[in-house]
């Protein structure tokens, strides 16, 4: 399967959209009764006000969460390919983004970090075009502007602002207006919230909103450890991944080389933000799926065993299929 998708045809397209079927085959066939499109981030508390949506029925929400995913996952494969960060057109970004938006049962259905997504993939647009910009205040200032919208949607959004600072380290020389720039579109949106919130006599609630960022960082996660050994090939992926990456660093270009730290600054930052929530949801790591696929999708194309490569897929979609069956 993967050599069929380091190839840049079309036909690939149908590939992907039978691999979401089957990774969403077994939750559709014994989907819960209700599942709710919980909304509920501090900031759409008056602007949305009621705690979870059951607009669609439990069908349609996997349904749309699938096509979401869909659409992603060849914005994410168009990415890659605009900015050569593989080296040569592939459809395995595509590939690597489906799979790991069905890793768990959560990441199923609709939920803020999966609409955030569409931001994650547009800030990286956006922060990759630094690298040949002459000026990088416009998009640092529209890029402001995304991370509070995204806020909104979700609080934890929050903390990519400092991927725009890394990308400003790592791009660009200092510039002290580029990295007001980006503080000043923050802000822009957040003004214009507190004038809604002021006119609807809750300015007070505004301060309320914030104090989730404060929480501190938990010192134990109770979790059912038998329910993430999916994450083992994972891991695996990812240790190799990098430990490629380490090879071929100096052998490619300084623009591909500095893409790939901002991602993986992304990826540690989306990771890490979990905790601002109240209570632990694992959708949350849905934003790291972006920059995640890049990485997978680097391991499989300079990989070098065919049957070690393959099977080690192959081993992780069996997992994510068994563990949809099997909850312990």
């Known amino acids: 399967m993967i050599n069929a998708f380091k190839a840049h045809s079309p036909f690939n397209i149908f590939w992907l959209a039978i691999l979401l079927f ?58 890659v ?8 057109p592939t459809f395995l970004p595509a590939l690597m983004y489906i799979t790991v938006s069905g890793l768990f049962t959560p990441f199923l259905v609709l939920s803020p970090p999966l609409i955030c997504n569409f931001l994650v993939i547009w800030m990286l647009f956006r922060l ?11 998009p640092a200032y529209d890029l402001g502007m995304m991370i509070a919208i995204g806020s909104i949607i979700y609080l934890p959004f929050n903390y990519l602002f400092l991927a725009i600072w890394a990308a400003l380290m790592l791009f660009r020389p200092f510039n002290w207006r ?33 104090l989730p960022l404060g929480t501190k960082f938990p010192e134990s996660i109770h979790i059912n450890y038998y329910n993430y050994l999916v994450l083992i090939p994972v891991l695996l992926i990812l240790v190799l991944c990098f430990f490629k990456l380490q090879q071929n660093f100096f052998k490619s270009y300084v623009q591909v080389r500095k893409s790939f730290q901002l991602l993986f600054f992304v990826f540690v930052i989306a990771g890490l933000s979990f905790y601002t929530k109240a209570a632990f949801h694992l959708n949350h790591f849905l934003l790291c799926a972006v920059p995640a696929s890049v990485f997978f999708s680097y391991y499989f194309l300079y990989a070098k065993r065919k049957w070690f490569y393959e099977s080690l897929f192959y081993l992780l979609l069996i997992s994510i299929i068994y563990f949809q069956f099997n909850t312990f």
């Open 178 to 210: 580029e990295w007001l720039a980006g503080i000043i579109g923050y802000a822009t949106v957040f003004f214009f919230l507190g004038v809604y919130y002021y006119l609807n006599d809750s300015l007070p609630d505004l301060y309320t909103t914030w």
């Open 22 to 79: 089957v990774l969403r085959a077994n939750y559709l066939f014994h989907i819960p009764a209700q599942i709710p499109f919980d909304f509920s981030a501090p900031f759409m508390k008056l602007l949305l006000p009621v705690p979870s949506l059951y607009t669609f029925t439990s069908f349609y929400n996997v349904l749309i969460a699938a096509v979401i995913v869909f659409i992603q996952a060849l914005l994410v494969n168009f990415l």
């Open 81 to 88: 390919n605009r900015y050569n960060l593989l080296g040569k």
């Open 128 to 138: 990759f075009s630094f690298y040949k910009s002459n000026d990088a205040k416009s």
